[in-house]
């Protein structure tokens, strides 16, 4: 069988296009935004059900829409998106050809039965067992299926990632080692392969069990396992979208890190040590030991925590370094107030690191904390610290990157060019209000995923204080702005492929050539190397951080002793 070593040349970027890996990004980045406009829509349901004055939906339709969303927005929408970013990372930035691509869309066509199969598992009103699906709930099997063959397809792309750096590596295609944004989204791929291992082991027990194959699953292993795939499949979206942070940072300003050697410990620290981070979901369990809950979340944890930092520090510092040497050196901060904040690109990627470092990685840590954790655990709490991390942090990113990828892979124009300059502030500023009044809510105590915090009609209601009602309120409007900016991405994305201007496609080759134009230059090579000092505001803003997190942590201990006084 013949290889296909066709190539694109993209005019704009020099970047080359494997035309096999090519039609892949597409269509797995359009599957992408399909699952995003499903979440969305449900999003927006559950969210209407859970603002007391609406309060939409009845209960079983609440609890259905719950599944769907959570399983369509952290699972579908995200891993679509990462499998196109594999690819980009692999044949596009080494310009290697991609390894086997009819099973590469084998692969994708697993991963689109799969997300059907479980949406209509969900929406045949069986499966409403919300993502966790926690045993002895049963779902239907096609609901466990459907994630299987997801999972599956997605491992399969996982290898072809790496085959393909092994054609490059073979086929000498770069020199050195593979570029840093390659780097990150190898760490996204080992742990994704680790993750879907610990899939397989819980879920394809679990499917046998719902076809009465298995009698019976234990629900305090159903747990400790099935987090072994929960949290470390939003690791996966972490290490995916800091390499698009890294990515944009060299689109968009040509910037090398600050140090790549650092910056690639970072990524390997996220291997050896973040799915340690699952244990916070196991803090309360009784079957699980204090040794082993006091070892992760009090030790182990934080070599994740800080590899996240150092990313925190070297991504905004490998731009105000690059922005400095452009001539921005006034103060501390000229570098960022000029910054191309009506770039989308730029814009998206900014607030994905800032509502991630901030919201979610401060509230990460303290829920983290074993003796905290038990004052927010299972309240509202804690989607709204994954709603400042995986939806609002990579999600962000990930539009971001949407923005640079209309016109080189799709050769397509961005429409609505004034709407897309104000979207990622629609989004990003609803969600990060979102999550804020989502943790307000839950260190006040309102449930995670109780449909009614009223409790009406209940004879053992429980009153909330009025503040409670008051921020679930703001959590609802803030959720309606989000679905509006999440809707203008769908619509400035699908309508700038369907009718944006068309752009050339540059020329074909079959043996690509390394060029000399700024963005493939940036992407694909090596550099950086400069000190802390040379990114002053960067370090002056790494500080703020750190004195945010020191008095929040501090005032949740303070918390704790009030709600468990001891006399």
């Keep these: 069988m013949a290889v296909d070593r066709t190539f694109r040349i993209c005019p704009q970027t020099g970047l080359a296009y494997h035309r096999p890996a090519e039609q892949l990004m597409k269509a797995h980045a359009v599957a992408g935004v399909v699952a995003l406009l499903v979440g969305g829509v449900l999003a927006l349901f559950v969210a209407l059900t859970r603002w007391p004055a609406v309060h939409m939906l009845p209960a079983d339709k609440f609890y259905q829409a719950l599944t769907a969303h959570g ?7 995200i891993i679509f998106f990462e499998m196109a970013v594999l690819y980009f990372t692999s044949s596009t930035l080494l310009r290697a050809r991609l390894a086997t691509p009819r099973i590469a869309w084998a692969g994708f066509a697993l991963m689109v039965i799969g997300a059907l199969l479980t949406n209509w598992a969900i929406l045949r009103g069986n499966s409403s067992v919300m993502m966790t699906s926690y045993v002895p709930m049963p779902a239907e099997p096609n609901f466990y299926l459907g994630l299987i063959l997801f999972a599956v397809g997605a491992l399969i792309g996982c290898f072809i990632f790496l085959a393909t750096l092994v054609i490059a590596r073979y086929e000498r295609t770069y020199e050195g080692s593979v570029p840093l944004v390659t780097f990150g989204a190898l760490t996204a791929c080992i742990i994704a392969i680790l993750t879907i291992v610990n899939g397989a082991i819980i879920l394809i027990p679990t499917w046998l069990w719902s076809l009465g194959y298995i009698g019976n699953i234990d629900a305090l292993l159903y747990r400790v396992i099935w987090w072994g795939l929960g949290h470390p499949s939003q690791q996966i979206n972490v290490s995916a979208h800091v390499a698009v942070w890294y990515a944009i940072a060299a689109i968009v300003f040509g910037a090398k890190p600050m140090s790549e050697k650092v910056s690639r410990m970072a990524f390997l620290l996220y291997i050896l ?4 981070a699952s244990a916070h979901h196991l803090l309360v369990d009784p079957g699980v030991s204090a040794e082993w809950k006091m070892f992760n979340t009090s030790y182990a944890m934080y070599l994740a925590v800080l590899a996240s930092l150092i990313h925190g520090l070297t991504v905004p510092g490998s731009i105000e370094v690059a922005q400095r040497r452009k001539g921005y050196t006034k103060g501390l901060f000229e570098w960022l107030r000029k910054a191309p904040w009506g770039n989308p690109v730029f814009s998206g990627m900014f607030l ?8 979610g990685g401060i509230s990460g840590v303290v829920m983290g904390t074993e003796q905290i954790n038990i004052i ?5 709490y804690v989607p ?12 962000l990113a ?6 640079f990828l209309i016109p080189t892979l ?11 300059k104000w979207q990622p502030y629609i989004f990003g500023i609803s969600m990060a209000v979102l ?3 989502m943790m307000g809510a839950g260190t006040l105590g309102v449930a995670r995923r109780h449909w009614d915090m009223a409790f009406a009609g209940n004879p053992m209601g429980f009153e909330y204080p009025t503040t409670a009602y008051l921020m679930m309120g703001l959590v609802g409007i803030s959720a309606v702005g989000a679905v509006i900016g999440g809707a203008a991405y769908i619509l400035i994305t699908v309508g700038s492929i369907l009718f944006g201007r068309k752009l050339p496609a540059g020329e074909t080759t079959t043996q690509p050539e390394p060029v000399r134009a700024p963005v493939a230059e940036a992407l694909e090579g090596h550099g950086g190397g400069v000190g802390v000092l040379e990114a002053r505001g960067t370090f002056v803003l790494a500080m703020l951080l750190l004195v945010s997190f020191v008095v929040y942590y501090f005032i949740n201990w303070k918390y704790l002793a009030s709600v468990w006084g001891l006399s």
Excluded at 71 to 77: A, N, R, S
């Design 376 to 380: 927010i655990h299972n309240t509202i």
């Design 352 to 359: 994905s690191l800032v509502v991630f470092g901030f919201l």
């Design 435 to 437: 999550s804020l009044f």
């Design 384 to 395: 709204g610290h994954f709603h400042a991390t995986v939806a609002t942090g990579t999600t």
């Design 410 to 420: 799709f050769r397509r124009e961005l429409v609505m060019k004034g709407l897309a």
């Design 273 to 276: 040590f973040l799915q340690l």
């Design 71 to 77: 399983i369509d927005m952290l699972i579908f929408w």
């Design 398 to 403: 990930f539009m971001a990157l949407t923005y």
